[in-house]
């Protein structure tokens, strides 16, 4: 038997087999892959609930799941299962309800959402404070609502379908909680706890106060109409993120286990780098130095150097704030090779998965290695002086991708990034 | 090849108060729990004891920006890093890697009522709902709720520049996190890690969660496994956090060592009857052979089924030792139950209690967790 191949640090090498992806664009790497090299956008008005008096009323829900109502935890599941059905039938790994692995899940924070606590509300007589929802609770006739919204249901109603070993994991770190979910699977399979990780980003929590939330932050882009324009990244006209919804899973394999059973290796999470921002809530530092040093980091953990990337897939949100931070970040690390270096962002046409979107991205980052076209920023018509970048505007481009740095940032200061490499060449 | 990891930083609040050797105190004579019985009746609560905040959390408007569970764990976190002797140590701070089990935000209560009150008659329910809810939210409220906020407000507020990740799912996150950094370090992917978790048991909402299920007790107080008549969980304010650190590099700068943090393991079954035993079982066995003398401390719940099978489980690993539930001292904390009770664990053997100490616990829905912890 030949000799274990290992990474320039001597560790596993973290192989992709499987790869899975559902969005407003539609279910499945094919769907999205044409509406993503095509520049359509998946945003729209919402419909899922009424939107008067909101200065937002737009997003990128998945609006094709369900023909009923339903809570937030809900679509998650739906999201992440079907993600997860394609992403563990290309690995073939396993057997169905049998996953060889540990699951590692980025979920939406939950709470008790209106339409149940109105549905506690309307049999209560007098009042509806927390003393008569309580009241109305002990009359156990609300039984499967305790299930719905615990923080560790989705993951482990995700363990039971797909068998998945050990104990599932259920994490956020904000928005860059799908990256987070990677990376965690990575470091298990470097430590040699599984050999195998099944990795998902989920987010179906567009609902009328998770709106409003971001909307009273000032956070989201209120250019409503027409509502594929309004997610901008990069643009001297961005106003703010669009909310979207989707899913993105990664089976992570170990290299060589992967090899033995003559799997497809679609690529290597070569590297990952975070790095914690103590400056602010919602705000970065000014000096982009946690980020900076994320990417850094990352690099590092690749073994690779800046002249090693051949594309940036941004964090992009399409606020002000965070297109220029990047893009001064990302300069402190590529120089002035910066302005020749394609980075574009996929939030143009998805808006911001939240949850979901490091995830989401880096399976459009692997896609972009695997079928060398680039996906644009549309929406992109009145650059930003401030930021001289190579967005690859409005249009995909045919290009040779072998490494992606993929982006995420997140509020609390979550700076995530990972490096994405092609399949190594001699096996 | 796996390195030894220790725990070099406690940090301890509760209803009782602040600190390990209070705490230990409390494990060795005995002291009977503190438990509002009135407040949130019928459901008993080990509510908080006051805390000053400012030796903490020294802003205000740091103070502002926070909901009670996180200043509840930015106060811990603090404490343990100042037993560590890390609290000034820049180079230190942004080295090390937070590691948070964390649930949400809690509600506006008063709002909420208003709202669902409100919506009952309202002409237009969706327009109602967003009116009020665009009126009534305060924007920076969104910020105290997100679960990440914890490690966030830790960072801000020590000065930590290192990463962090917020686990979640109830108590299981409690026990991940545990696991999760006890083997980065035992790997060497890491030589310095903060993890825990903080709970205020003293809000309606999160109440309502679990009476919807039907998993709290009502009437008075009884102890963890003694609640037959009445099964469920009496929660508590508390949080703990631990600073872990490979051996190699806690002796290297001398500091002080409270116990070894030997293994964590966690498993989760689908709670058939036999399943907690049998899951406890496996995850002892995996953590090596546990000295007959061995204290046992228990995050059990109190919950029906799950409790006497946990109970169970530790009569099979230690049927002569002594055995401690965490909530008869401190309450059920739900994602902060595993932390507190490996806290209390290196607490007691740094005291001289017990030369080990096993630490079990099974979520109230689901979640197995166990560790052993020598004595340095």
Not at chain 2, 211 to 225: D, H, I, M, Q, S
Not at chain 2, 226 to 233: K, L, V, W
Not at chain 2, 250 to 279: E, K, N, P, Q, Y
Not at chain 2, 351 to 374: N, P
Request: charged share 20%; net charge negative; aromatic share 4%.
């Amino acid at each position: 038997m030949s000799s274990p191949h290992r990474d320039s640090h001597g560790r596993p090498i973290v192989a992709v087999t499987g790869l899975g992806i559902v969005t407003s664009l539609g279910q499945g790497k094919d769907a999205n892959w044409d509406g993503l090299t095509a520049g359509r956008s998946g945003i729209h008005r919402i419909e899922r609930f009424p939107t008067e008096g909101l200065r937002t009323t737009i997003a990128g829900t998945v609006d094709f799941l369900f023909d009923r109502p339903f809570a937030a935890p809900e679509l998650s599941e739906k999201l992440a299962t079907l993600a997860a059905e394609e992403a563990v039938g290309q690995s073939g790994l396993g057997a169905a309800g049998d996953f060889p692995g540990e699951l590692f899940m980025a979920v939406p924070p939950v709470e008790m959402e209106w339409p149940q606590k109105q549905a506690l509300a309307t049999v209560i007589d007098g009042d509806a404070d927390y003393d008569a929802l309580l009241r109305e609770a002990a009359s156990r006739d609300h039984r499967p609502l305790h299930e719905l919204f615990l923080f560790g249901g989705v993951a482990e109603h995700i363990a039971d379908r797909f068998g998945t070993r050990g104990s599932p994991i259920s994490l956020s770190t904000a928005c860059s909680s799908g990256a987070t979910a990677i990376q965690m699977g990575v470091e298990a399979i470097r430590r040699g706890e599984t050999q195998a990780a099944l990795c998902i980003g989920t987010d179906g929590s567009v609902h009328a106060e998770a709106l409003i939330r971001f909307s009273l932050l000032s956070a989201l882009s209120t250019q409503n109409d027409p509502p594929e324009a309004a997610s901008k990244p990069f643009s001297k006209n961005r106003d703010g993120f669009v909310m979207g919804e989707g899913a993105g899973a990664l089976v992570l394999e170990d290299y060589d286990h992967a090899l033995a059973r003559g799997a497809t290796i679609l690529g290597v999470v070569a590297g990952c780098g975070e790095r914690g921002d103590g400056f602010h809530r919602t705000r970065s530092s000014p000096d982009g130095k946690p980020a900076i040093t994320a990417m850094r980091e990352a690099l590092a953990d690749a073994g690779l150097t800046p002249d090693d990337v051949d594309y940036i897939n941004a964090h992009g949100t399409s606020t002000p704030e965070n297109d220029k931070m990047e893009a001064m970040s990302c300069t402190a690390v590529f120089g002035e090779r910066m302005a020749s270096l394609p980075i574009s962002s996929n939030k143009s046409m998805l808006g911001h998965t939240l949850t979901a979107a490091g995830a989401v991205e880096a399976v459009i980052s692997l896609l972009t290695i695997a079928r060398s076209r680039i996906p644009p920023t549309i929406n992109y018509h009145q650059p930003d002086p401030s930021i001289p970048l190579d967005v690859v505007p409005n249009q995909a481009r045919v290009a040779s991708v072998r490494t992606v740095l993929s982006n995420s940032f997140g509020f609390g200061g979550q700076n995530t990034c990972l490096v994405l490499t092609a399949a190594p060449e001699h096996a | 090849m796996r390195r030894d990891v220790v725990i070099t930083g406690i940090g301890l609040v509760s209803s009782h108060g602040e600190g390990a050797a209070a705490h230990a105190r409390i494990l060795a004579d005995g002291t009977a729990p503190i438990v509002d019985a009135a407040g949130f009746a019928p459901y008993p609560v080990h509510p908080l004891a006051p805390l000053e905040l400012d030796r903490q959390i020294p802003k205000n408007s740091d103070q502002r920006q926070m909901e009670p569970w996180q200043r509840l764990g930015v106060y811990a976190a603090g404490l343990a890093l100042d037993d560590a002797g890390l609290k000034e140590d820049v180079e230190a701070k942004s080295e090390i890697q937070v590691i948070v089990a964390a649930g949400g935000g809690e509600r506006d209560h008063a709002a909420d009522s208003a709202i669902l009150t409100g919506l009952r008659d309202a002409a237009s329910p969706g327009a109602f709902l967003n009116e009020r809810l665009m009126g009534d939210l305060r924007p920076t409220l969104f910020l105290a709720q997100l679960s990440n906020l914890l490690a966030g407000n830790i960072a801000i507020v020590h000065g930590i520049t290192g990463p962090s990740r917020t686990l979640m799912g109830e108590e299981q996150a409690g026990v991940d996190a545990v696991r999760t950094a006890h083997a980065r370090i035992a790997a060497g992917q890491s030589e310095l890690m903060l993890v825990g978790g903080a709970y205020n048991a003293e809000r309606r909402d999160m109440l309502l969660l679990f009476e919807l299920g039907g998993f709290l007790r009502t009437g008075g107080y009884a102890p963890v496994f003694a609640r037959e008549d009445a099964p469920g969980m009496i929660t508590g304010s508390a949080s703990a956090f631990l600073v872990l650190e490979s051996a190699e590099r806690a002796r290297a700068r001398g500091a002080t060592i409270h116990a070894r943090l030997a293994d964590v393991g966690a498993g989760r079954t689908r709670r058939a009857a036999g399943d907690v035993t049998a899951s406890l079982g496996r995850l002892i066995a995996g953590l090596g052979p546990v000295a007959a003398g061995a204290l046992a401390i228990s995050a059990a719940t109190g919950c029906a089924g799950a409790t006497a099978e946990e109970a169970a489980a530790i009569a099979a690993a230690l049927p002569a030792g002594r055995r401690i539930a965490t909530g008869d001292v401190v309450g059920h904390a739900v994602e902060a139950a595993f932390p507190l009770s490996v806290a209390l664990a290196a607490a007691a053997l740094a005291d001289g209690q017990a030369g080990e100490a096993l630490v079990t616990g099974a979520g109230h829905w689901r979640g197995e967790g166990a560790a052993r912890l020598v004595r340095a």
